[in-house]
T-cell receptor
Framework: ETGVTQTPRHLVMGMTNKKSLKCEQH?????MYWYKQSAKKPLELMFV???????ENNSVPSRFSPECPNSSHLFLHLHTLQPEDSALYLC??????????????FGPGTRLTVL | AQSVTQPDIHITVSEGASLELRCNYS??????LFWYVQSPGQGLQLLLK??????LVQGIKGFEAEFKRSQSSFNLRKPSVHWSDAAEYFC????????????????FGTGTRLTIIP
């Protein structure tokens, strides 16, 4: 799905590092999402941005900090992570409307390993 | 509580055989329903979705799904699987809330891993 791109695809970082994940959507959507996918766990919704405003923060630790400068770009800033934060981080986007029925399209994910 | 259940963690089928992956939902209202597929190390690709209307939905790659309100189910089917269908499959549901627009959440099942044997 080339409509949503994520960089980098793989990231290895130490617990004291600061890094950022980037997501870009080319679909003209107005909502963007960050999910965490850990082994043997359901996808966990982390953050939701509607029209660039954050509307959801699913009790995510403050070491994860999202940023949505415009409706096409979404970042996830990482600092002082823990090994249990190692996971696949997926970005998605959708076109929200009052009539409902929005469909989320996903990027390829960033595989994060925290040492 | 709202939930999506995929009872089968792992299914193995022979190439060319038919496939059915089960999905059940528990919601107060009929949700929008989706099936996604994820190949190893990749993101989720949308296979098909059901919003309303015809309860048999056609998707990409030869997949179809049938919505059965009486059974709260949305099972995914394919008449003849190919080796390239080996992947993890996720069912998901979303309830649209007109009074709380913008706060709908897509809820995923835990996934079913499909293995294809020659």
């Amino acid at each position: 799905e080339t409509g949503v791109t994520q960089t980098p695809r793989h990231l290895v970082m130490g617990m004291t590092n600061k890094k950022s994940l980037k997501c870009e959507q080319h679909l003209g959507h107005n909502a963007m999402y960050w999910y965490k996918q850990s082994a043997k766990k359901p996808l966990e919704l982390m953050f939701v941005y509607n029209f660039k405003e954050q509307t959801e923060n699913n009790s995510v630790p403050s070491r994860f900090s999202p940023e949505c400068p415009n409706s096409s770009h979404l970042f996830l800033h990482l600092h002082t992570l823990q090994p249990e934060d190692s996971a696949l981080y997926l970005c998605a986007s959708s076109l929200r409307s009052q009539s409902g029925g929005d469909t989320q399209y996903f990027g390829p994910g960033t595989r994060l390993t925290v040492l | 509580a709202q939930s999506v259940t995929q009872p089968d963690i792992h299914i193995t089928v022979s190439e060319g055989a038919s496939l059915e992956l089960r999905c059940n939902y528990s919601y107060g209202a009929t949700p929008y329903l989706f099936w996604y597929v994820q190949s190893p190390g990749q993101g989720l690709q949308l296979l098909l979705k059901y919003f309303s209307g015809d309860t048999l939905v056609q998707g990409i790659k030869g997949f179809e799904a049938e919505f059965k309100r009486s059974q709260s189910s949305f099972n995914l089917r394919k008449p003849s699987v190919h080796w390239s269908d080996a992947a993890e499959y996720f069912c998901a549901a979303l309830v649209y809330n007109y009074s709380n627009f913008g706060n709908e959440k897509l809820t995923f099942g835990t996934g079913t891993r499909l293995t294809i044997i020659p």
